[in-house]
T-cell receptor, first 115, second 112 residues
Framework: NAGVMQNPRHLVRRRGQEARLRCSPM?????VYWYRQLPEEGLKFMVY????????ESGMPKERFSAEFPKEGPSILRIQQVVRGDSAAYFC?????????????FGPGTRLTVL | AQSVTQLDSHVSVSEGTPVLLRCNYS??????LFWYVQHPNKGLQLLLK??????LVKGINGFEAEFKKSETSFHLTKPSAHMSDAAEYFC??????????FGTGTKLQVIP
């Protein structure tokens, strides 16, 4: 059973460009979570999605950031008009259900560098 | 509301000596608690989790943690540190529908 897949692993963008980060959850998992880890900080929750639905986006910046989890295909975290402060590691996690005791399984992360 | 406090940002131990990484939490729910490990430039790996069963939880690589409700603590321990344990460790609390809160992390250094 393949784990959570994220690609690309490393992404370099210039200021003003768009960044698209992809996450394929573990097989059988329909719940996806995105986190951001700034240098020297812990992970901060961004958004929680189920197939075709955003359940909780309380951690998402109000502008430039969006996320989707379509019926078919991976979840996408999209950052428009990137700025240097967006440089971080972005982690995706998946779980089989929304139960509080369910483990979230993490992908290897995408490290975004904005020049 | 929930929160996690990892009391030490850095811990340094000698190889072969015990490890203690401290974590305190607060939660409005009966929480689930997790410890994850992150090696440099890697993703997060689950070490162990507590979900209201046994209060002493055994995880991978010889780690264990004890849930103490009266102290609202979930400290991570290992009897004997190995060089490969050098990494960053995150304590995580989960309440309700899976909204998790991460601690700020503890970097463990193991001295040969």
């Amino acid at each position: 059973n393949a784990g959570v897949m994220q690609n690309p692993r490393h992404l370099v963008r210039r200021r003003g460009q768009e960044a698209r980060l992809r996450c394929s959850p573990m097989k059988g998992h329909s719940h996806v979570y995105w986190y951001r880890q700034l240098p020297e900080e812990g992970l901060k929750f961004m958004v929680y999605l189920q197939k075709e639905n955003i359940i909780d986006e309380s951690g998402m910046p109000k502008e430039r950031f969006s996320a989707e989890f379509p019926k078919e295909g991976p979840s996408i975290l999209r950052i428009q008009q990137v700025v240097r402060g967006d440089s971080a590691a972005y982690f995706c996690a998946s779980s089989p259900s929304s139960g509080g005791s369910d483990t979230q399984y993490f992908g290897p992360g995408t490290r975004l560098t904005v020049l | 509301a929930q929160s996690v406090t990892q009391l030490d940002s850095h811990v340094s131990v000698s190889e072969g000596t015990p490890v203690l990484l401290r974590c305190n939490y607060s939660s409005s729910y009966s929480p689930s608690l997790f410890w994850y490990v992150q090696h440099p430039n890697k993703g997060l790996q689950l070490l162990l989790k507590y979900t209201s069963a046994a209060t002493l939880v055994k995880g991978i690589n010889g780690f264990e943690a004890e849930f103490k409700k009266s102290e609202t603590s979930f400290h991570l321990t290992k009897p004997s540190a190995h060089m490969s344990d050098a990494a960053e460790y995150f304590c995580v609390v989960s309440g309700g529908y899976q909204k998790v809160t991460f601690g700020t992390g503890t970097k463990l250094q193991v001295i040969p």
